[in-house]
């Protein structure tokens, strides 16, 4: 009995090691788990280097002169947070994109402007296409109506190019006084005169009925910021005085009209 009651204590003492053992395993077990789940992650990689057989031989020989450095090198990769700057660059990117790009393709504001922000088509083009007669919004400072103007296309074009051809060699590329104070027409409604000006509005820049100024010689009516806005869509760096920008504005329009006008 006594030998038995010893050998079920030891038996009983054993079987509550192994138990604590089991336990105490399962336990650090499960801390580790629970605690180093990022290691894990880690160390996973490396066991399967290390089953893989073929990326083991070029894979050692490298690894082993690191091998403290190993879990160096294991921390760095630990740090796979860094996709989330990645994630707000890539963010930054598309919102910056558009910021900057505005695209250089827009809806045509009218039949005689294409898809460049400031840019008309040509005389050629406007022919082809049986545009004749273009049109524009304008309003009468005195009683204030508003109505639509046409212009014959040829007809006034060659208005504004006779005029330019006279006078260029003495604008010394500054616009003249009647481009910059521009005269405008009479109304057929009230009777008043010099009082029917074009409706341009600042903020749809992309918008400006670029021909109906040009052909009205109304040019002038535009801010330096909108002139400014022309030049820069037509890679036309000029800065300076409004007379300047000005008549840069008028002769880039004019070349996009007619492209094999006698210019410069
Ligand atoms: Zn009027």
Known sequence: ???????????????????????????????SSSLEEKR??????????NSSPPPEPPSEPVDPPPPPPSPVTQ??????????PAKSRRRRNPTQGPGEGKSEFIAPPF????????????????????IHTI??????????????LEFNVN????????????????????????????????C????QQNCVKPIIIPKNKKAINWLFLLLGQWIGLCSIDELKYFCKHNKNHRTGAKDRVL???????????????PFD
């Open 1 to 31: 009995m006594d030998r038995g009651e010893r050998e079920s204590n030891e038996e009983k003492k054993r079987k509550h090691s192994d138990n604590d053992d089991g336990r105490e395993h399962s336990v650090k077990a499960k801390t």
């Open 40 to 49: 894990d992650i880690i160390q996973e990689p490396l066991f399967d280097l």
């Open 75 to 84: 921390q760095p990769v630990d740090p796979p947070p860094p996709p989330p």
């Open 111 to 130: 039949p005689w402007a294409t898809d460049r922000r400031a840019t008309i088509h040509s005389l050629n083009y406007l022919s082809n296409n049986d």
């Open 135 to 148: 049109m524009g919004n304008v309003q009468c400072k005195r009683c204030d109506e508003k109505f639509t």
């Open 155 to 186: 007809e006034k074009f060659y208005e504004v190019m006779g005029f330019i051809m006279e006078k260029k060699d003495e604008m010394h590329d500054r616009a003249p006084n009647v481009w910059m104070n521009p005269t405008l027409q009479n």
């Open 188 to 191: 057929n409604l009230c009777g």
């Open 247 to 261: 008549y840069s504005t008028y002769i880039a329009l004019c070349k996009q009209l007619f492209p094999d006008a």
